[in-house]
């Protein structure tokens, strides 16, 4: 049957129109040879769009983290760049011979100058650690005797430093919680074929209960089954080049318990 070759989002098109309550489920459940496999369907259809979409509170929360990583690197870097411009132009006032003691203040506390904000969050984190150690009364100094939009550069240093140890904190909690997350949402490519092998067979199932239940009309059944020859006429058509369309079946063969579980729902 072409159903084996069908991708996944194709299988969930097909089977929505049978567990949701507007199209065809009702339908099903009204016959008792089918209303029995309404649950199965459901099941199968859930399985599979959990082979793409893993809810996850962790995935809320590592947005919100990424998110207040992006606002911290934001000031980060504004801190840096008023640090960096503010002092490198202010030495430019004083003569040549007095502006060494601004010069070496830059060079200490930001010595990646222009490039400073193209680092990782954790290595911006590290530079304002390393900048808060290296700074001596005198650079602080300096640094409070300019101001800039009624604050010192010392009061901008601090809030610098503030944002770079917060963001790195953040980035490290991000990074936790992203290996929690791939951890609880890893879906494997055996978990796939699982889930595409239940759908299969309880696609198989309603085909047969369909052709056994004569209380159905044939253009009720056509109408249940409609999803599904729209999706194999478009198969055929799509692949009629290709010489098998006959999936092996040992190939996305399951277990014992697998098969049993699908045909008891």
């Known amino acids: 049957m072409s159903t ?3 991708d996944v989002p194709t299988m969930i098109a097909i089977s929505t129109s049978w567990v949701n309550a507007k199209k065809n489920r009702r339908l099903l459940e009204a016959h008792p040879l089918t209303a029995g496999l309404v649950p199965i369907l459901e099941t199968v259809h859930t399985d599979l769009l959990n082979t793409t979409v893993v809810p996850s509170e962790l995935a809320e929360k590592s947005k919100a983290l990424s998110d207040e990583a992006a606002r911290l690197d934001g000031l980060y870097d504004a801190g840096y760049r008023l640090l960096h411009s503010m002092l490198t132009a ?3 006032a004083y003569p040549e011979n007095q502006r060494m003691p601004l010069e070496n ?3 200490t506390l930001l010595p990646e100058g222009a490039a400073g904000t193209r680092q990782s969050y954790l290595a911006e984190s590290g530079a304002v650690e390393l900048a808060f150690s290296r700074l001596t009364p005198e650079m602080e100094a300096i640094l409070r005797n300019i101001a800039v939009a009624n604050m010192t550069l010392y009061e901008v240093f601090n809030k610098w430093v503030d944002a770079g140890r917060r963001l790195g904190e953040v980035e490290t909690e991000r ?3 992203m290996d929690q997350k791939k951890d ?3 879906i494997t490519g055996r978990d796939v074929q699982k889930a595409r092998y239940r759908w299969i067979r309880a696609v198989n199932a309603l085909e047969s209960m ?3 239940e004569s209380d159905i009309s044939d253009a009720d059944k056509a109408r249940i089954l ?3 020859r729209r999706a194999e006429a478009r198969f055929v058509k799509r692949n009629s080049g290709a010489s098998d369309l006959q999936a092996d079946e040992t190939d996305i063969a399951d277990d014992a318990d ?4 699908v045909a008891a729902g």
């Open 4 to 6: 084996v070759r069908f």
């Open 90 to 92: 202010t030495s430019l």
């Open 105 to 107: 203040l830059v060079n």
């Open 175 to 177: 990074a936790l919680l």
């Open 184 to 186: 609880e949402n890893r």
């Open 210 to 212: 369909l052709a056994l």
């Open 226 to 228: 409609q999803p599904l």
């Open 258 to 261: 697998t098969n049993d579980e």
